[in-house]
């Protein structure tokens, strides 16, 4: 059984505190990961207000008890205090994952404008957005990032055809249930997209999944013996409150036989033309607000150009 943790850093406080909880635990357990960090401001803040007016925010709240989750300078930031950085804010400690063998790559720049206004920034915003997340990554690590992975799941032609021209190795913008190449309309696009494929302990955790016990098991019965798993978490779920489900996971999916790899490794070993292409369609998930991209319909092979019969 092939594991994949993709680990999503969104805020200052996930970086500064989660980040460095998760890494000790997986270094304890000798488990890899790979880290997508947002680069730019953390306007959470703004990300939160917004989930105020949402009328499904009170029963999210009690459920994942967002306040005490996020904790109230998170809250703050971007709305009542100025953004604080996220990814500049911390170098070094960005630096020490990928020297402990931890894949680092770009989770966007400013997170709440991607995931809250994606379809109205049009393409310069969309790739002014990449430029200054891989420039900070640059000036973070020396060197350019391989990989993106969108924030909240959210993606468009728009962002692919920008991502596209970066010549990345590799994607994870979706939910999916294998990698496939992306197709949007009547473009397709070359990246390869390794999809995130479980859903998120915070769609899932809730009444009927209250305790460690029962989360793990609900993980236990959905990873597949023969098919790749990638599970997200986030730097300010898993490497905060729910540090100690997700170290009780981690050991019973070891138990179980798994092989933690980085989505590095599986983009490395993949055969890019034989992928499939599959349209990237928009849908919702119990538990998440809003829509995230997802693995649609294969797309029926594309025939070959016709060609015109010499002397015609
Ligand atoms: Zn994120």
Redo the contacts with the bound molecule.
Sequence with gaps: MEVALKV???THQGLGEGVPRLARALTEAGVTATF?V?MGPDNSGRAIVRVLRNPGFLKKMRRTRAVAMYGLRTILSGTLLPARAIALAFPDLIRALARSGFEVGV??YD?VLW?DRLDEIGTDRIRGELDEAFEAFRAVMGERSRCF?A??WRTSAAALATLDALGLDYRSDTRGTAPYRCAIGGATFATPEIPTTLPTMDEVMGPELADRHAIVRFYLERVSATALNVHTI?AETEGMGQLETFVALVHALKDRGARFVRLGDIAAALDRAALPVCEVVRATLPGRAGWISAQGPLRAATPPPATTPAGL
């Design positions: 999503d850093v969104d997508f947002a989770h966007g997170h995931q992975a924030p909240g986030h």
